[in-house]
């Protein structure tokens, strides 16, 4: 398994590891032994109570006794029933394993009655006793608590979880055909963290796991100690222009995302605002996907797809949006990992409480930052909290457990997304308190799944990556005091409403709540087909990208167009303080990029003078190339300020963590692989782009005798 997984335990070779596995022992001894105490003693209250209500049953002689008395009695009746349910009951059902269900399901309240007559018997007090039929009920009673509170005291024991995970994924597996020898692969996306946030969190001690893989162990304050033989290798790589989760999952699952110029988009020839995250344009965009390639995907044999925006062509899906809006059949179950996961109530027990204090988490975070009045700061309030405990607990959970399920049933190729931390940092930032929590339970997570692989039956290799990262910096409205489109209408001559519209944060989390529920995944009926005022521009914000769109002209929009028809619009947003550039089609130049003080680029001299390009990296140029290519285009491409001091942007949406365009850490995703895959770039460049990216995962799975067909050409590209 060398190379593939590391032993949960393996920390390091000599007395280092030694200590590791004794003291994890430990911890595991008293954390059993602390449930086992706490259960005791709500026993002990329960039979109090009982006795205090049934007339037939009764703790203390005729004459009296003392309150102390009485404890000790309830104490120890209570120590003798469990101990007498763990030795005598197990060895009771496999005596009747031959009694049919239904005449067992009776025996159960007699013998468990007859069991606490015993206890009561053996009491060394003597003067407890019950009537036998009360004794069934007391002893159903004090069974029914002790096992809540067991499962509750239980319900963050990662080793317990692990178990009801491989009895689940046990009975998936009985009966199905024997797994290969060869390695699978398991491709873990944790959203939205950046390279440079997964190395902080390493440095700082937040993700030993990772840190592990890395081959360093974080010392007394957070400082890598030492090599302990790295398994893995950190990449960084580079987005597309639209660096969010639709174009990059698109691209890496279906090895094009062509034409997905942002998060959303307005489309003249269908009049419809396609967004990534609406079950019905994820449809759309795979399908084109597939179309354009010519191939069903990464999973497109033995593959499962859990929580993603698209399927990839797995044949197990699940929790998947692209078939979220499909009529439910066998072939599509989107929800069916819900379904699963929860039939089983200790899970249910687990998530449900988690749940509860992510809530309560959230809430008293959010009132931290309003009292301490940090800034940025954005709303957290009305059914927030509720949306970030789905995605940090609820999504989280089941997804896990489908991983998991996949990997013990022994399949060839797993794709998961984790939305955790995507949906903190847009409303508590990249970097600070609230985000670093997440990041440590997503490490949990990935130590869990590393655990389940040491029992599945073929090896694993796990590689981790991310799809994009987030760009700190406050919004756009809060700095300016109006938003984009406010912006737009009055470069246009509009009027300005006085009160500006909030936009949508296009959460993965919020399509995953409502594909959950079944409730249409909309975002306002004028936005998807805006037929009113076809004269007025649509104005879309994707993160700090901006999209500008004149519904009335069925033909993407020069620049000579613009300008004749709104004069002062292009200046006015050139050369406004928030923006940093804007792309624009030119009947002269094909494309230019205009940027303040008349700045005015075509984008065929861009590598000579990157002009508004420049704060903003190497790569730029070609991006913004490459957007200008695609048929729908906005008729204005906006990308905000950047300041490459400290990666600040200002989004036009209500985030104070962003992403969708250029600028800062949200271009910078990363890619932690397994020493043993050949690396991600054999030139040691970075990935540049989700299908290069698509491009390398085919190759490890081909690496690992993977069921991927590899595609003949590469998608071509229409650059200009």
């Known amino acids: ?288 996907a597939v179309e354009r390639t010519g191939d069903g995907g990464l999973l497109s044999a033995d593959g499962a797809s859990r929580g993603n925006l698209f399927g990839g062509g797995a044949d197990e899906q699940a929790l998947v949006l692209s078939i979220a809006a499909r009529r439910r059949s066998r072939e599509t179950r989107s929800r069916d990992g819900y379904f699963t996961y929860f039939s089983d109530p200790a899970n249910a027990v687990r998530t449900a409480l988690s749940f509860v204090a992510e809530v309560v988490r959230e809430i008293a975070q959010s009132t931290r930052a309003r009292l301490r009045k940090e800034r940025p700061r954005v709303g957290r309030g009305g059914l927030y909290p509720l949306v970030r405990a789905f995605a940090t607990v609820v999504e989280r959970d089941v997804v896990v457990a489908a991983v998991t399920g996949d990997m013990l049933v022994g399949r060839t190729a797993v794709y998961a997304d984790l939305v955790a931390y995507d949906e903190v940092a847009h409303h508590s930032g990249p970097l600070g308190r609230d985000t670093e929590q997440v990041l440590g339970r997503l490490d949990r997570a990935l130590a869990l799944i590393e655990s389940v692989a040491e029992h ?139 940027g303040a003080y008349g700045a005015e680029i075509p984008l065929d001299r861009l590598d000579d003078d990157p002009g508004p390009l420049a704060a903003f990296g190497p790569g730029a140029a070609d991006a913004v190339r490459r957007t200008h290519s695609f048929p729908h285009t906005a008729d204005i491409m906006v990308n905000s300020f950047h300041d490459p001091a400290d990666g600040e942007v200002l989004a036009f949406e209500e985030q104070i963590g962003s992403h969708g365009g250029l600028g800062g850490a949200q271009a910078r995703p990363f890619l932690l692989s397994p020493l043993t895959l050949s690396a991600p770039d054999d030139a040691g460049a970075e990935p540049v782009g989700a299908e290069h990216v698509h491009r390398v995962l085919r190759r490890w799975l081909r690496e690992s005798n993977g069921p991927e067909v590899p595609l003949e050409t590469a998608p071509q590209e229409h650059v200009a």
């Open 456 to 594: 599945a039956p073929r090896p694993y290799r796990i590689v981790v990556l991310s799809d994009h990262g987030q760009s700190p910096g406050e919004t756009f409205h809060a700095r300016y005091g109006l938003t984009l489109g406010n912006l737009v209408r009055a470069g246009c001559g509009l009027p300005v409403p006085r009160r500006a519209e909030r936009t949508h944060s296009g959460a993965e989390a919020r399509a995953a709540v409502r594909a959950a529920l079944r409730r249409p995944v909309e975002e306002g009926g004028r936005r998807h087909r805006p037929a009113d005022r076809r004269s007025e521009p649509i104005v879309l914000a994707s993160g700090n990208l901006g999209l500008v769109s004149f519904p009335d002209v069925p033909h993407r929009m020069s620049k000579e167009e613009i300008d004749a028809r709104h004069p002062a619009l292009l200046s006015t947003l050139a050369n406004h303080p928030g923006v940093g550039f804007l792309l624009v089609r030119s009947e002269r130049h094909g494309g230019v990029v205009l």
């Open 1 to 288: 398994m060398t190379g593939w997984t590391t032993p949960p335990d393996g920390r390091g070779a000599g007395t280092r590891g030694v200590r590791g596995v004794r003291g994890v022992r430990w911890r595991r001894a008293f954390s059993q032994a602390g449930r086992s105490v706490a259960v005791w003693g709500v026993s002990t209250l329960t039979m109090l109570v009982l006795a205090g209500i049934l007339p037939d049953f009764r703790l203390q002689s005729a004459d009296g006794d003392s309150s102390t008395t009485i404890a000790v009695t309830a104490a120890v009746g209570a120590g003798v029933f469990g101990v007498l349910s763990a030795l005598v009951w197990p060895l009771l059902v496999r005596l009747l394993l031959l009694v049919p269900a239904l005449v067992l399901g009776l025996l159960v309240f007699f013998l468990n009655g007859s069991l606490l007559l015993l206890a009561l018997r053996l009491n060394p007090s003597g003067q407890s006793e019950a009537a036998p039929e009360t004794a069934v009920i007391v002893a159903a009673v004090m069974s029914a608590v002790a096992s809540a509170t067991g499962g509750a005291l239980a319900v963050r024991d990662d080793d317990a979880y692990r178990r009801r995970l491989y009895r689940l994924a046990d009975r998936r597996r009985r009966g199905g055909p024997a797994c290969p020898g060869t390695p699978g692969t398991v491709f873990l996306q944790l959203d939205g963290v950046g390279h440079d946030v997964l190395e902080t969190a390493v440095r700082k001690g937040l993700m030993p796991t990772v840190a592990r893989w890395l081959g360093s162990d974080p010392g007394p304050g957070g400082a890598p100690d030492a090599d302990h033989g790295a398994t893995h290798r950190l990449t960084p790589w580079r987005t597309d222009w639209s660096s969010q989760t639709g174009a990059s999952q698109l691209g890496i699952l279906h090895g094009s995302n062509h034409d997905v110029p942002a998060f959303r988009w307005y489309e003249k020839d269908t009049g419809e605002v396609m967004v990534c995250n609406r079950p019905t344009s994820a449809a759309e965009l795979q399908r084109r």
